[in-house]
């Protein structure tokens, strides 16, 4: 997550793009999500779906414009921490239980 975090702080402060400076603040915008979720306590069921839903909507908008090697290598990246973070949700269940 921190990884991302700083790949995408460094997308937004020094690409420009032709559409405007509002693509540039929603990659800033998404960094900080990921900084966010990089440090939050994930005990609570709210937290945990957040987490998901913002990494499966990333994941989605990965691929919903033209897609380039650093989109696969997101795609790649997103995919595997919705993996990780699943089986650590699964795991955890699995350690309380016993």
């Known amino acids: 997550m921190l990884a991302q975090t700083v790949f995408w702080l460094l997308t937004g402060i020094f690409t420009q ?25 994930y005990k ?26 650093y989109d696969y290598v997101i795609l790649a990246v997103n995919i595997l921490l919705i993996i990780f973070f699943a089986l650590s949700i699964i795991q955890k269940k699995t350690s309380d239980r016993h």
Do not use: E, H, P, R
């Open 17 to 41: 793009y032709s559409a405007g400076s509002y693509i540039n603040i929603l990659l800033i915008a998404n960094g900080i999500l990921f900084a966010i979720l990089a440090f939050i306590s």
């Open 44 to 69: 609570n069921t709210i937290t945990k779906a957040a987490c998901l839903i913002f990494l499966t909507a990333n994941t989605v908008l990965t691929l919903t414009d033209q897609a380039g090697i």
